[in-house]
């Protein structure tokens, strides 16, 4: 039951400062995550509405090209996860694709409302497709997916208002990633009021309001089957970044008052587009992907933040290949996929987070531990940032492989130190941003 086990693992992945289950069912339920596999699947394959692209002059169009195999890719699964104002929709693929992506307006007259179509090219439904998945998460409202000729399978999103969209390819493994943003429904500061813990969190430092920082999502890095790069003893990347995550956490909520949400909060495998998707429906103010660096050189050592960009850098682009399960290759596809589009919805502020973070983990890492090295703050293509709709980095905070920097990081007393280090950091961004906006 894999989307039984999926639903849980998302269940389980939220901490916030209140210690009400978020994404349980009911009317608290914020966040829709669904997965189609076999035996779940569309009515009717093609959409009314949506027959052909050339009746409606409605329609636009976008699309991309990605050589072909030899033999068709077959669709084998379609998953999502939205809220009110936000959905990604994931389609798993064999192999790689053309695609394009096609907007039909409301039409009133007909009854059909707003929808976006996907059209796989050269591709067969290895799904059953009788029925549409009801979504009606305030947003999207179902997915249709079927056959729609020999050689294209199409997958229809209708939804209840559309304002943008954004549809890219992540490889290995292959899957179609479709961010959609419809219009605000309310006014947000009523839905924060709305949902705010019932038992104020004690606030000793500055509250989030006068930060600008309502919401943080935390992403520990890994997880599960990914246990991210090993140290020296058998250490495991994925528990130091957990340990770290959760004392920020738990900090940031305390100490700020500041809403947090974990990507995963215990040891279980998340995919990367899930952890940017979370980010985005829960519509943060902030993306932390926490992560320890690895190298075949013992030696490696020093502390170096990312901020989503191309990059020419070697170094950059082997992390991210490491960092995202990839090969190097893979990356400088994505690259050039990526290079017509919004690649980093928040660069200034990203680059300005990094610095702040990055300038705060030097810093006071270095009062405690001697001399640290400075690798500096970069620039690279990581997938789990890739459409984060708010300032988002990834930390790389010291050198698993490193026998000195990987002990001390699996030590108590040196996870508080860098938790007081990004905890300072995000402070310090949140006094710039704001000061910023005065100016
Ligand atoms: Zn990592």
């Known amino acids: 039951m894999k989307s039984k086990r999926f639903l849980t693992l998302l269940a389980l992945a939220t901490l916030s400062a209140s210690a009400a289950p978020r994404?349980?069912?009911?009317?608290?339920?914020?966040?829709?995550?669904?997965?189609?596999?076999?035996?779940?699947?569309?009515?009717?394959?093609?959409?009314?509405g949506a027959s052909a692209r050339s009746q409606d002059a409605s329609a636009s169009e976008d699309g991309k090209t990605i050589s072909g195999g030899a033999n068709k890719a077959r669709l084998t699964g379609v998953r999502f996860l939205s809220s009110k104002t936000y959905t990604r929709v994931m389609m798993d693929l064999t192999q790689e694709a053309r695609f394009e992506t096609h907007r039909l307006k409301e039409d009133p007259a007909k009854g059909l409302p707003p929808r976006i179509y996907i059209d796989i090219i050269g591709a067969r439904l290895a799904i059953d497709s009788k029925e549409a998945i009801p979504v009606q998460d305030g947003l999207l409202r179902q997915v249709r997916v079927g056959q729609f000729s020999l050689d294209v399978v199409r997958v229809v999103?209708?939804?209840?208002?559309?304002?943008?969209?954004?549809?890219?390819?992540?490889?290995?493994?292959?899957?179609?990633?479709?961010?959609?943003?419809?219009?605000?429904?309310?006014?947000?500061?009523?839905?924060?009021?709305?949902?705010?813990?019932?038992?104020?969190?004690?606030?000793?430092?500055?509250?989030?309001?006068?930060?600008?920082?309502?919401?943080?999502?935390?992403?520990?890095?890994?997880?599960?089957?990914?246990?991210?790069a090993i140290g020296a003893g058998g250490i495991a990347e994925k528990d130091i970044v957990l340990s770290v995550a959760q004392k920020l956490a738990r900090k940031l909520a305390k100490e700020m008052g500041i809403e947090v949400v974990l990507t995963r909060k215990n040891d279980s495998f998340v995919r990367l587009e899930d952890r940017t998707a979370i980010a985005n429906a829960e519509d943060a103010d902030l993306f932390l992907s926490l992560h320890m660096n690895?190298?075949?050189?013992?030696?490696?050592?020093?502390?170096?933040?990312?901020?989503?960009?191309?990059?020419?850098?070697?170094?950059?682009?082997?992390?991210?290949?490491?960092?995202?399960?990839?090969?190097?290759?893979?990356?400088?596809?994505?690259?050039?996929?990526?290079?017509?589009?919004?690649?980093?919805?928040?660069?200034?502020?990203?680059?300005?987070?990094?610095?702040?973070?990055?300038?705060?983990?030097?810093?006071?890492?270095?009062?405690?531990?001697?001399?640290?090295?400075?690798?500096?703050?970069?620039?690279?293509l990581f997938y789990v940032l890739v459409g984060a709709r708010m300032p988002s980095v990834l930390v790389e905070m010291f050198f698993i492989t490193n026998k000195i920097e990987g002990q001390a990081m699996s030590r108590e007393t040196y996870q508080n130190a860098i938790v007081e280090a990004l905890y300072d950091g995000i402070q310090k961004y949140g006094e710039s941003a704001l000061a910023a906006k005065t100016l």
């Open 23 to 48: 994404w349980a069912r009911g009317d608290g339920q914020r966040l829709q995550l669904a997965q189609m596999q076999r035996n779940e699947v569309a009515k009717e394959a093609i959409p009314p």
């Open 294 to 380: 690895a190298s075949t050189s013992g030696d490696a050592k020093g502390l170096e933040t990312y901020y989503l960009d191309n990059t020419s850098d070697e170094a950059s682009i082997r992390l991210a290949a490491r960092e995202n399960g990839t090969s190097r290759k893979n990356i400088s596809d994505l690259q050039f996929i990526l290079s017509d589009m919004t690649q980093n919805m928040k660069l200034e502020d990203s680059i300005s987070l990094a610095h702040r973070l990055h300038g705060s983990l030097v810093d006071s890492m270095s009062k405690k531990l001697g001399a640290v090295k400075d690798l500096g703050v970069k620039k690279a």
């Open 157 to 228: 999103l209708d939804m209840t208002s559309l304002r943008s969209h954004n549809t890219f390819f992540l490889p290995d493994p292959y899957r179609l990633v479709i961010d959609i943003q419809g219009q605000e429904t309310a006014d947000r500061s009523a839905a924060v009021e709305r949902n705010k813990t019932p038992t104020p969190p004690v606030i000793k430092g500055p509250k989030p309001a006068a930060l600008g920082i309502r919401k943080i999502v935390l992403d520990p890095g890994h997880g599960g089957k990914d246990p991210g």
